[in-house]
């Protein structure tokens, strides 16, 4: 595997990705990667290694700008809610990471698909619903609030793995994505693990209290869905 950063900009602004590269020629797949609430981080940069594994193109991009990272609560909340509130502004970004995506050597434009994780697994999600040209797109206990209505039948499938206890995406909210992708005619799904909660995926996620708890078992079983997903998308 190789290891790469790119700088690019967007609204006058620079953004920093980085890239994992598997070994062997191409063209190969490749997957953008959206952050968590922190900003891109090395939850996020294992994430691209191991998708680099797995003989993908892994990219984590960056949504807020260089060195523009959450240390707490207050200020990962004060990174997300400008673009959460901005939708248009959040749509820039992810259209400009997602074209550093395919404007990479050795990718194989037929073969893209994006996840996230947190916020960034409802950034993946709108990534499709954006209509951007690729096959899937994954969200790990993502957000689920619907937001700004988008009128685009999502070229790519979604797949929407979900804490049943998440209390950052409640039965509500479920509901309502599930009603908006009959509206929108997406193709979708969801899996769901019984008495899991919000950032089942990371280690350092402790605070049961705040439902905010790993989960070994729906982080491995998250994993397997996901790499089914995308190798039954790319083949």
Same mark, same amino acid.
């Given at each position: ?15 920093? #990705? ?70 248009? @502004? ?68 979604? @797949? ?15 509901? #309502? ?40 078992? #729906? ?17």
């Amino acid at each position: 595997m190789t290891t790469e950063l790119l700088e690019y900009r967007e609204g006058g602004q620079t953004f920093e #990705a980085l890239i994992e590269r598997p070994t062997g020629a191409g063209p190969h797949p490749a997957i953008m990667i959206c952050h968590a609430w922190g900003g891109r981080d090395a939850f996020v940069e294992d994430k691209a290694r191991r998708l680099a594994a797995l003989g993908y193109i892994g990219v984590a991009v960056d949504l807020y700008g260089v060195g523009k990272r959450g240390t707490d609560v207050a200020s990962c909340q004060a990174l997300m809610m400008p673009l959460i509130n901005d939708p248009p @502004l959040l749509r820039r970004r992810l259209e400009a990471s997602f074209e550093v995506v395919r404007g990479l050597a050795g990718v194989d434009h037929a073969r893209l698909g994006t996840m996230g994780y947190c916020f960034g697994g409802m950034c993946s999600i709108l990534s499709a619903r954006m209509g951007l040209d690729q096959r899937g797109a994954v969200s790990f206990h993502g957000l689920l609030k619907i937001g700004e209505p988008l009128a685009t039948k999502p070229k790519a499938r979604i @797949l929407v793995l979900h804490g049943q206890d998440d209390p950052m995406a409640p039965p509500a909210d479920v509901g #309502a994505f599930a009603a908006e992708m009959k509206r929108i005619d997406a193709t979708w799904s969801l899996e769901s693990y019984a008495g899991v909660q919000h950032a089942f995926t990371n280690p350092a996620a402790q605070d049961g209290a705040s439902g905010m708890l790993y989960d070994e078992t #729906a982080d491995r079983r998250s994993w397997l869905a996901m790499t089914r997903f995308f190798a039954d998308l790319f083949g």
